[in-house]
């Protein structure tokens, strides 16, 4: 156990030494071989019988966004508790470092991705671990009762920020980064980075987890963005927001699992009748470094590896991203603010030119030296099982038109950076790109 | 028809007049005098036959916030479209103006009230009275299309706000104010009033209405907020009202009426057994000055009126507020910051000291000159009837403690200004407070 960075020697080697010890075993497996996992003799819904972690259920969406009217039902992972997501900061030699911890999960494509420093949810550390197992946890909660902010070590972010509104119900994850003077003992799996590391290691696919992502995109800039050079105002910015919100006439309702229409149960897997754009499957991990060394766990499989992609182009020389207000059906508040694209490109490929992902088109039709990032990351490994997006960043010339449909909007990074110190503005798949382009140095 | 203000004449013949011309009458009614309005044979839902407007349904609540664990349930009014409260705001002679209507409600003890220059519900505007009946909806609607901002006049405020987490089921409205250059007709009934003017006005009961309160909070303050001279910094604030949240584990589920336990129904209300805060009641409306002159409708009515009270003390000379994380039912994510006291009063001095609202007993005990604001302010009188709450704004000794329970935290008005430019965050009681507390001067 080491106090300061670099003590464990080089990357590589370190990160292989930590694959080894942190080897684990996924198998599929049918839903009769779960332990402590039912199917609710009434609704239908996959929940485990201790009423705890989590919960798949139905949903049922009516009424339409900008795409207009739709309606359907889907299965939908409920998760109602707020887990933490949280970095350790500290300044070594002048420099300010970060604790990150080469974690294996279940859903992971290559084993151990680099994670949060605390990546728990309340269910972890409340009822089940009591007792301080999670390491580092005491500087991310019980923060109250020493004053605001007076705790051990200064909060530089603390906001609750939503996951994938497609697979979840109305989830949300805290946050947060802890700047520390204290010593603090490098446990085994734990090392410390730079930002430019992290923004270094993020350029290798499936390296930083979408936990490690969402916090650092949540870091404040170095200067307070003032929205100078910026084509509309924060004003404006919201408004377009709200426009967006009071336009939106979705409604989504939880429903029996039962009653989901087109989704079929199988002793394996429930699946959409004619594809689909995910399953629910079963695994049994076995995971001898864990303090719980296996278990089975339901999943959320996607059936393809999706796109997101954030266009920009200069506008009076000041990158402006072209996001837009993205409606999906688990987000609390309806919509938040999404990349460019967002969709399974071969899905989308297959619809007639009017109804494509508006951009794709565009997207593809990019030569090669106007895409500024591109790689695949995965997304939470604790829930979804081999779930990858391919992200993108690429530039657009600067006669492309400014003028743009109703549900899409010209941002600076600086104004996303801004909304990102609040809640229900940027979904997670704009956060992942929003760290990316930071890295784009 | 006049363009430019004053030319109305002095306020109070002006307003004596409004009130004349539209006198209405309000009866209470039995449930089934209602004309168009149906309880549900399977969930004894109050509805609208067209499904439009709104309804009474049930509403479940489990688990506890920051005051501990409880479970009940209780009828809650349902009204999912957003409307627009919308100012227009206008320079004559060097100083902004803001229009605002004399209008009658229902719910109003006393007939009219200054309302905001729109206030619609979706269905208004879309679907009952398409065609622009709603005088200046043009202003506040389908900006879109003309380029965010690039619509009629410029937006200074545009935010959705939430409503009565107590009695709405995640209710918001659609918060404007914008600025125009254009001449702008005066139409009858509407006035142009400076903000000074609205600022006196709020020193008199039940003048001002609820909407207008809650637009004008949300004015931008002629000074960006950067924290300067506050006990805790945004990111402190921010930590905090995360921590609540992520503590508060309430859950609250949609049930049918007939589902909501201790409340009865009988011919003219629904009411609770023993006691309790509200009834809903049925009303025929006769307003011969309106495009619909006549109409019958469900309200909700509070039993005993309310205190909103906001507790303040300087520190290091600035004043702070003293705000509460308040967990309210209805609220779309559980909580949101709320005065110091809010309480039915009489109810609160009934319980033992220990389970006494935190507050209530430092605010009865202190001298009369401490009281800088305490006036009677009606909630929107649409769907409430007669429904007051007393608004109390106090100053504190300097030596009062800074040291507060959890839920608690001390404010700047600054701080509270700049979370008014996002959603879910400051409540609506907080709000009036916030334009009280301007008003103070």
Chains 1, 2 share one sequence.
Not at 68 to 75: A, C, D, F, L, T
Not at 88 to 106: D, I, M, N
Request: glycine content about 10%.
């Amino acid at each position: 156990m080491v106090n300061g960075p670099r003590a464990e020697g080089d990357f590589a080697t370190w990160f292989a030494e930590r694959a080894r010890v942190n080897d684990q075993r996924v198998e599929t497996i049918p839903f009769s071989a779960l332990s402590g996992w039912d199917f609710d003799e009434d609704t239908g819904d996959l929940r485990h019988r201790t009423g705890r972690f989590f919960s798949v259920r139905g949903l049922r969406i009516r009424g339409g966004g900008p795409e207009g009217p739709r309606e359907w039902s889907q299965p939908i992972i409920d998760q109602p508790e707020i887990g933490v997501l949280g970095i350790l900061a500290k300044t070594f030699g002048g420099v300010r470092h970060f604790l990150l911890q080469a974690k294996a999960e279940p859903g992971n494509v290559n084993g151990i991705q680099l994670s949060p420093t605390v990546q728990a949810t309340r269910s972890n550390y409340t009822r089940v671990h009591r007792g301080g197992s999670v390491r580092y946890l005491e500087y991310f909660t019980d923060r109250r009762g020493r004053g605001h902010g007076r705790g051990r070590g200064r909060v530089l972010v603390d906001v609750l920020q939503s996951e994938q509104g497609a697979w979840f119900l109305r989830k949300r994850n805290r946050n947060m980064i802890v700047e520390v003077d204290d010593d603090i003992p490098v446990q085994d799996d734990f090392r410390w980075f730079t930002l430019d590391e992290i923004r270094a290691l993020l350029h290798r696919d499936n390296l930083i987890n979408m936990d490690a992502r969402t916090v650092i995109s949540c870091l404040p800039p170095d200067r307070p963005a003032d929205g100078r050079g910026a084509l509309h105002s924060m004003t404006e910015l919201s408004s377009w927001f709200t426009e967006a919100k009071a336009r939106c006439e979705l409604t989504a309702d939880v429903v029996p699992l039962t009653g989901v229409t087109g989704w079929r149960r199988t002793p394996t897997e429930i699946a959409y009748d004619e594809g689909g754009r995910f399953r629910i499957i079963a695994v049994d991990v076995t995971a001898p470094h864990r303090e719980v060394p296996s278990w089975t766990q339901p999943m959320l499989a996607p059936c393809d590896r999706g796109l997101a992609a954030l266009l920009y182009r200069r506008i009076g020389g000041v990158p402006h991203f072209l996001v837009q207000a993205q409606v999906q059906e688990g987000c609390l508040d309806k919509l938040e603010i999404g990349p460019t694209v967002h969709c399974v490109p071969d899905e989308g490929a297959a619809l007639p030119p009017d109804e494509r992902p508006p951009y794709l088109d565009v997207l593809d039709s990019l030569s090669p030296d106007r895409i500024r990032y591109d790689r695949v990351q995965s997304e939470e490994g604790g829930r979804f099982f081999a779930a990858e997006n391919r992200y993108v960043i690429a530039e657009l010339d600067e006669d492309f038109p400014t003028d743009v449909p109703d549900r899409f909007c010209w941002v600076t990074l600086g104004q996303l950076k801004e909304l990102l110190r609040h809640s229900h503005y940027v979904n997670i798949e704009a956060r992942t790109l929003v760290a990316c382009a930071e890295a784009l140095g």
